[in-house]
């Protein structure tokens, strides 16, 4: 059965760094789109970036664009968060989601990985 | 961006009863590229629907999508004590891909 898990979360200070990894196992990993979706404690869920199924082409939302790079690596049936210049407004549980047959929309979802910025 | 705006924000009902939620979006939505989630607390969310109106795998047929252009709509056919929970609805379409802000279905 399909599984994304990520890993990499955890507390980090204001202006920090943090790298959050997604292992996908259950489908052949490269033939997907891959989304990178959070939420605030309590609040929403908020989409902020997508990967091709190649990693050729991504896509960031305003708010992280600059600050966060979302790749892959196929061989490794893994996908990749690098988040710079973290504030806390960036505090939220990530959710790696693997999108359908050409499409990004969320067929499949990981457990979710707490992100906290604080000093 | 493609606002799209959910409602009621809460809708109680009992067991047995049945659910319509509503999804409105400010423009047109792409290929009908509008898709519902459940969300219970603690939990990822769950896909239900795609396609506006395509059942996910393992979803029962109490559920069901409806709708094209800017308006959609979510039924639950008769409310079972699981389905009590959080409902999203996401444009994915158009980027940047955006989300409704809920309605929770409570137990009355």
């Known amino acids: 059965q399909v599984q994304l898990v990520e890993s990499g979360g955890g507390l980090v200070k204001p202006g920090g760094s943090l790298r959050l990894s997604c292992t996908a196992s259950?489908?052949?990993?490269?033939?997907?789109?891959m989304s990178w979706i959070r939420q605030a404690p309590g609040k929403g869920l908020e989409w902020f970036s997508y990967?091709?199924?190649?990693?050729?082409?991504?896509n960031y939302a305003d708010f992280v664009k600059g600050r966060f790079t979302v790749s892959r690596d196929n061989a490794k049936n893994s996908l990749y968060l690098q988040m710079n210049s973290l504030r806390a407004e960036d505090t939220a549980v990530y959710y790696c989601?693997?999108?359908?047959?050409?499409?990004?929309?969320?067929?499949?979802w990981g457990q979710g990985t707490l992100v906290t910025v604080s000093s | 961006e493609i606002v799209l705006t959910q409602s009621p924000g809460t809708l109680s009902l009992s067991p047995g009863e049945r659910a319509t939620l509503s999804c409105r979006a400010s423009q047109s939505i792409t290929s009908n590229y509008l898709a519902w989630y459940q969300q219970k607390p603690g939990q990822a969310p769950r896909l239900l629907i795609y396609?506006?109106?395509s059942r996910a795998t393992g979803i029962p047929d109490r559920f069901s999508g409806s709708g094209s252009g800017t308006d959609f709509t979510l039924t639950i056919s008769r409310l079972e004590p699981e389905d009590f929970a959080v409902y999203y609805c996401q444009q994915y379409g158009s980027s940047p891909l955006t989300f409704g802000g809920g309605t929770k279905v409570e137990i009355k």
């Open positions: 259950g489908f052949t990993f490269s033939d997907y789109y």
């Open positions: 396609g506006g109106s």
């Open positions: 989601v693997r999108g359908g047959n050409g499409d990004y929309g969320g067929r499949y």
């Open positions: 990967i091709s199924s190649s990693g050729s082409s991504t």
